[in-house]
């Protein structure tokens, strides 16, 4: 085995200046995959000391910052998810475009406003929540492309999976991320203007109400319910874009 | 390239990822569609948002500490073994 050891006693090269530099970014993520300090530092650790080990493992000239987080990605599989693996249900039909909207309706003077921001008063704090909230397999392409600045094909390589599949990912990711940010700042207020108004999904037709005798058109009013899941800033327009449910992972494809 | 085709594939024009044909086919839409250009720009804004508040925070220095020594211990029992 030819390993870190070999390479520096032959050729004079320095392991820690090579992987060091790379050490915020892993813990970083780290942070975000295990969400607790400790196990976080013991995953650095050990994908440095892998890393190290397995340096014969690296093909120069390929990126080496990706190569220690697919080992890092590697280790978490094999030490943490085991432990704790629960598949994810997500109902894609309803993630749906709404980000634009309030933006549009929200704050239009926004795009010609460079320094304003829709959500400026949101802390970090509920941002990267946000973002944890995701389910793993979507919070880590949001995070390597988003974060880290890899491209798909490194993160295709991070994640042992298709280019199409990180596509998909980056795709329902984001759209899941910019949902959940609507719903804080609804909840804590963040959005300066606007009404919540009942989000309209393929799923959620409106049922022919039995009307009470008398009653006029006001019946018609689709009032929000509690507990209503889909209840987002929207406003009262068809969506004109909704996602194809149905859609294979490994569609997407670059040209 | 139409308004449809552009929400689809908006993040990826954005990563700079669509190749170089589509992703002028996008450019000139946005050129000629306001609805799109401002799209774009939303999206643009939120990503740099996302990515200014999870700022990548400093390793703990006992971190760097700990990997340095791990690294020097394994190099040791190495060199011992030679």
Known sequence: MKSAEVHEHEQGWDFEKAAMPYVDSLYNTAYRMTRNSEDAEDLVQETYLKAYKYYDKFEEGTNFKAWLFKIMKNTFINNYRKKKLSPHKIDFSEIEESYERVIQKNAPDLIKDPESEIFQDMMDEDVKRSLDSLPHDYKMVVLLADIEGFSYKEIA????????????????????????????????????????????????????????????????????????????????EEFEFELEEEREEEEFQIE | ?????????????????????????????????????????????????????????????????????????????????Q
């Not at chain 2, 000139?28 to 990515?51: M, T």
């Open chain 2, 1 to 81: 390239m139409i308004c449809y085709d552009v929400k689809r594939v908006i993040y990826f024009f954005l990563d700079g990822q669509l190749g170089e044909n589509k992703q002028k086919d996008f450019t000139s839409h946005l050129n000629l569609c306001g609805d799109c250009e401002r799209r774009a720009a939303i999206q643009s804004r939120l990503r740099q948002f996302v990515k200014k508040r999870m700022h990548i925070d400093p390793a703990p220095e006992h971190l760097k500490r700990r990997l340095a020594r791990a690294v020097r211990a394994f190099r040791a029992e190495w060199s011992a073994s």
């Open chain 1, 157 to 236: 390589e991070i994640l042992d999976c298709p280019v199409g599949t990180v596509m998909s990912r980056l795709y329902r990711g984001r759209k899941m991320l910019e949902r959940t940010l609507l719903e804080y700042a609804k909840k804590y207020g963040y959005i300066r203007s606007g009404e919540p108004v009942k989000m309209r999904s393929r799923k959620d037709e409106v049922k022919p109400k039995k009307r009470a005798p008398g009653e006029g058109d006001a019946a018609e009013v689709h009032e929000p319910e509690d507990g209503d899941e889909t209840v987002l800033f929207a406003d009262d």
